[in-house]
């Protein structure tokens, strides 16, 4: 569906700005859409991004981040609407969402959501079979172990690059540890490209990032209402008898199959809040947050370390 949502963050009052939740939908009623999405010609590939009224190109050399970009220099265009279809003249659209294993649960996993909350959220909505932004286990006693999720980030093309309300969520991992979602499909890592293009956050907030500790190893954000999936493996902090740290939660995290952070030492919790971070824990719960946008998430599963 199609939604007006007014927006006030930390950024300011926002005007109201068209959401879409549905691919069908937003087919029909932004002309955008068709357009949007990765494009291949050989050794050199293309990211199309709607934002700010006209189209940011991300042009690869050897392939696309993930499949064969040989991570050389990211070139860069704004070109609008009318000047897309020469510019991608002899290029093949493609659609790696479609082709990326969703995995089952496997056998011992412990089925979060699967079209049905089976009991397990102490609260959280589910519209058309998918759970909503905005959950929180009721078990609050997870420790090491591992994820699975996919979701489907809503579509806002017209807000800057990396606006924080392009499709702003995150995963908590015991309610203290986030890896970032939202839609950041495209948007060059590279620092001088920030003032040009307008980037309003730090890579260490964008999708994939553990917030505001360690950018992903590579930006595997797929285009915004695509089906993406996230695999997270975590070991948490230990502490002693006096509650002192003795040992750094870890975490390793696979975005569309592909490996974005290596167990990676988390030194503190993450936040982005004026109070600072959030507390280390030994457990807690899986929050999938609500930050202003509805966010869809399916096939939820964790399996438990011993």
């Not at 959401?19 to 859409?33: C, I, L, Q, R, S």
């Not at 890579?203 to 917030?211: F, K, L, M, Q, V």
């Not at 209402?225 to 070991?235: N, V």
């Given at each position: 569906m199609t939604v007006l949502l007014p927006l006030s963050t930390a950024f300011g009052q926002l005007k109201d700005t068209p959401?879409?939740?549905?691919?069908?939908?937003?087919?029909?009623?932004?002309?955008?859409?068709a357009l949007m999405g990765e494009y291949i010609n050989d050794n050199e590939a293309i990211q199309v991004v709607p934002a700010d009224g006209k189209f940011y190109l991300s042009i690869y050399s050897g392939g696309l981040p993930g499949a064969g970009w040989d991570y050389g220099k990211i070139q860069h265009e704004w070109v609008t609407e009318d000047m897309l279809a020469a510019r991608l003249d002899g290029y093949k659209k493609i659609d790696r969402a479609s082709k990326l294993e969703f995995t089952a649960p496997p056998e011992g996993a412990i089925v979060l959501f699967d079209g049905n909350k089976r009991g397990h959220w102490a609260f959280g909505k589910v519209a058309?079979?998918?759970?909503?932004?905005?959950?929180?286990?009721?078990?609050?006693?997870?420790?090491?172990?591992?994820?699975?999720?996919?979701?489907?980030?809503?579509?806002?093309?017209?807000?800057?690059?990396?606006?924080?309300?392009?499709?702003?969520?995150?995963?908590?991992?015991?309610?203290a540890y986030e890896v970032q979602i939202c839609d950041t499909?495209?948007?060059?890592?590279?620092?001088?490209?920030?003032?040009?293009?307008?980037?309003m956050k730090r890579?260490?907030?964008?999708?994939?990032?553990?917030?505001g500790l360690n950018e992903p190893k590579v930006n595997m954000c797929l285009p915004p209402?695509?089906?993406?999936?996230?695999?997270?493996?975590?070991?948490a902090a230990r502490f002693d008898n006096h509650k002192k740290k003795i040992s750094d939660a870890r975490m390793t995290?696979?975005?569309?199959?592909?490996?974005?952070?290596?167990?990676?030492?988390?030194?503190?919790?993450?936040?982005?809040?004026?109070?600072?971070?959030?507390?280390?824990?030994?457990?807690?719960?899986?929050?999938?947050?609500?930050?202003?946008?509805?966010?869809?998430?399916?096939?939820?599963?964790?399996?438990?370390?011993?």
């Open positions: 959401t879409w939740t549905d691919p069908e939908v937003a087919a029909k009623e932004f002309p955008g859409f058309n079979g998918y759970l909503l932004a905005g959950a929180k286990t009721k078990r609050k006693d997870f420790k090491d172990l591992k994820l699975h999720f996919e979701t489907r980030i809503v579509l806002r093309p017209e807000l800057q690059l990396a606006h924080p309300n392009r499709g702003n969520s995150g995963v908590f991992l015991l309610g499909f495209g948007v060059d890592f590279a620092p001088d490209r920030w003032t040009v293009d307008r980037v890579p260490d907030t964008w999708c994939g990032a553990i917030y209402l695509a089906w993406q999936s996230f695999d997270i493996e975590f070991t995290v696979h975005q569309n199959g592909v490996l974005i952070h290596d167990d990676v030492a988390l030194e503190r919790g993450t936040g982005g809040s004026p109070s600072g971070p959030r507390a280390e824990v030994p457990s807690g719960p899986i929050v999938f947050q609500n930050h202003s946008s509805p966010n869809e998430f399916r096939n939820i599963w964790v399996v438990e370390k011993k």
